[in-house]
């Protein structure tokens, strides 16, 4: 799996020696994350939210149990524990403020992780299944983050549970047996609250599972780079450990600090107000938003008003299809994508349409937060149609006539070749061992 | 062992089966019936339990109910909207040709006979569930003078059909009797 240039781990001592026959973890660990773990040297800093949405899991799953020993799953009293939890447990606002802002900062790590695979092409062979193990893993977050989000039974909690579980009513004929089932009545009520409970403290754990799939697929092909080329010789690579674990623990230190300034600075600001109103089954709230992380696909689901062919097949069950395979063709990605090019660095025209995605996900984005009002439906509209024609028409397309510009010979023919124009002292580096195989730079490697 | 000739061969029926696929078989299923038998319990846990589904009926009385007005009321956990139609807000639904409608009903198939005034149907958007407004006092009827639902701007008719915008259904009329000219049992 790793390249024959890794580092090989050496026991120390007798009883690292003792250990490493027996259960040999810290040989694992420096194979995997340590100076046994050869990186590409050209890592920049959207490569740093791989580790930091580790860091988010880590800390939903901590604040999360022990919030979950003071929390009480049962309607009548679900309100009230919450705001128990923020008045009368010791430090209790900062725990609940670090999970719900918590779930925040871990869907902005995790989009700006998936458009860093989306611009360096990291979606394609050999990364496929690391790929489609990682939509696995924002599928589970999604759901985890709507059930956990149910817990607090407020106002949002109540409407947001009934529309989302609504969704599946909308499948032709066994729809509503199954949304009965899923909300174990009618209409959400204790039930539906039991279970969410109990679903929302498993699936941390069921992800924290994937995780470790998701890295262990990381490990055999190595990470990506931003150049998209293969890793050829040592000269392209620099050990994990000290490099990207110093680089890596400085961005969590950035991290960090941006997070305790939403936490005790701004606690509530990607909040909904009303969902401090107690749950009302009998009155919706005036607008319903779904948390923001959730508003691109909430908008693609209002975009469908008619239905068509011919009224034929309900705008609701349009609306419904539309928004889980915005998310699905994420899945087909990567034989949708069919140029041998990945990184956009190297894909003149794609590169710009890559920025228009992004742009149209925004638009989608802020029309998910508005009321269901022309212009915001309209927008919805168009910016839904383009996202699926980027996947299924564009992507496709491009990969065939774009000419992409010429790819460096190596990765480390790319680096030196950037410090050389922009003056950095490249140069002044000793050689390192891969210099011989990379007669072209005229360079000497680090 | 199906290559280790030496095992099988005095094991074949005649056919040129080997007599041990049956025992194969019969345990696959068998450990199949099984599962299927411990898995169906764990998935029937989350259908409504028996509390739940004890059919509840409530009796409403409409007498304070004036034309123009409606009231909310709780049935099995979700709203019901009972509404004193006025005659215009009648002869408003039944000037709609029913054919140009989503879901085609008349206002007569969606009340009682002689009592086409009283507009009884379930408060819950048959978009994804939200309750509309226009039952309230002062709120939002629509464009169609009926009910509003403010979570995706479905718009209803005085007879609760729907008009514009994602839902796919009219409100739906739940199953009630008039036990007086101003008493109801819904349910
Ligand atoms: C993938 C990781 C997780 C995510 C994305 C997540 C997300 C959320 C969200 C969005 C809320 C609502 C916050 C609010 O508005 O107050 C919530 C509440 C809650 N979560 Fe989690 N959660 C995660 C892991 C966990 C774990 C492992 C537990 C362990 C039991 C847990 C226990 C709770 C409890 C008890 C609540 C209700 C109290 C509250 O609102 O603060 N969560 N979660
Ligand atoms: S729930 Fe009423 S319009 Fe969507």
Redesign the pocket.
């Known amino acids: 799996m790793s390249f024959p240039w890794a580092k090989h781990y050496e026991p120390q001592g007798a009883f690292m020696k003792y250990v490493d026959s027996r259960l040999p973890i810290p040989r694992l660990v420096y194979d995997s994350l340590g100076g046994g773990y050869p990186v590409p040297k050209n890592l920049n800093y959207f490569y740093n939210f791989g580790v930091l949405a580790g860091v988010a899991?880590v800390v939903?799953?901590i604040t999360?149990?022990v919030?979950?020993m003071h929390?009480a799953a049962n309607t009548t009293i679900a309100f009230d524990s919450?705001e128990h939890?923020m008045r009368d447990v010791n430090g209790g606002w900062m725990l609940?403020y670090m999970?719900?802002t918590g779930?925040s900062f871990?869907f902005v790590v995790v989009y700006i992780h998936i458009f860093r695979g989306l611009f360096y092409g990291s979606y394609k062979p050999p990364r496929e299944v690391l790929w489609l193990l990682g939509l696995v893993i924002f599928l589970l977050?999604m759901a985890?983050?709507f059930m956990?989000?149910v817990?607090?039974w407020g106002q949002m909690s109540f409407w947001g549970a009934t529309v989302i579980t609504n969704l599946f009513s909308a499948i032709p004929l066994v729809g509503e047996a199954i949304h009965t089932w899923l909300l174990g009545g009618f209409a959400p009520d204790n039930a539906t609250l039991n279970r969410f409970?109990s679903l929302?403290?498993l699936?941390?754990?069921i992800?924290l599972g994937v995780v470790i799939l998701h890295v262990w697929a990381l490990h055999i092909p190595g990470s990506n780079n931003p150049t998209g080329i293969d890793v050829k010789s040592k000269a392209d690579t620099v050990p994990f450990h000290p490099y990207y674990t110093a680089k890596d623990f400085f961005g969590l230190c950035v991290y960090l600090t941006l997070f305790s300034v939403v936490v005790f600075f701004l606690p509530n600001m990607l909040?909904e107000a009303d969902?401090y109103i107690p749950a009302n089954p009998l009155s919706t709230p005036a607008h319903i938003v779904p948390?923001w992380y959730f508003w691109p696909f909430y908008a693609i689901l209002r975009a469908f008003t008619v239905d068509f062919p011919f009224g034929l097949v309900p705008a609701k069950l349009w609306g419904v299809l539309a928004m889980f395979s915005a998310i699905l063709l994420l899945f087909f990605l990567p034989w949708l994508d069919t140029s041998p090019v990945r990184s956009n660095s190297y894909r003149p025209l794609n590169r710009q349409l890559f920025w228009i995605f992004v742009v149209d996900v925004i638009i989608l984005g802020i029309c998910g937060g508005k009321p269901p009002e022309e212009p915001w439906l309209r927008l919805s509209q168009i910016a839904s149609a383009y996202y699926f024609a980027h996947f299924l028409i564009i992507t496709p397309l491009v990969s065939r006539i774009e000419k992409p510009l010429p790819l460096p010979n190596s990765i480390s023919e790319a680096v030196l070749k950037r410090h050389t124009n922009t003056g950095a002292p490249a140069a002044l580096q000793p050689a390192g061992a891969g210099l011989a195989e990379f007669p072209a730079s005229g360079q000497p490697a680090e | 062992m199906a290559t280790n000739d030496n095992l099988v061969t005095d094991d074949l029926t005649p056919t040129g089966e080997r007599r041990r696929d049956f025992i194969f078989v019969a345990t696959g299923a068998f450990a199949a019936a099984g599962a299927a038998t411990v898995v169906w319990p764990l998935i029937n846990q989350m259908s409504p339990s028996a509390d739940v589904l004890a059919l509840a009926q409530i009796d409403l009385d409409l007498s304070a109910i004036q034309p123009g007005q409606a009231v909310k009321v709780s049935w099995r956990g979700k709203p019901v909207f009972a509404r004193n139609l006025t005659p215009a807000e009648t002869a408003a639904a039944k000037a709609v040709p029913v054919a140009s409608l989503r879901d085609p009903q008349t206002l007569e198939q969606r009340t009682k006979p002689g009592k086409e005034n009283w507009l009884i149907t379930l408060g819950v958007c048959t978009h994804l569930g939200c309750v509309p407004l226009g039952a309230g006092e002062g709120e939002n009827k629509g464009a169609f003078g009926g009910y509003f639902c403010p979570c995706h701007g479905s718009q209803y008719d005085t007879a609760a059909r729907i008009r514009q915008g994602p839902a796919p259904k009219n409100l739906e009329v739940p199953d009630y009797t008039f036990k007086s000219p101003t008493q109801v049992t819904i349910g």
């Open positions: 899991l939903q799953i999360g149990i919030l979950g929390y919450v939890i609940r999970h719900a779930a871990f977050m985890t983050a956990g989000y817990l607090v409970f929302h403290y699936l941390p754990f992800i909040g969902n948390e």
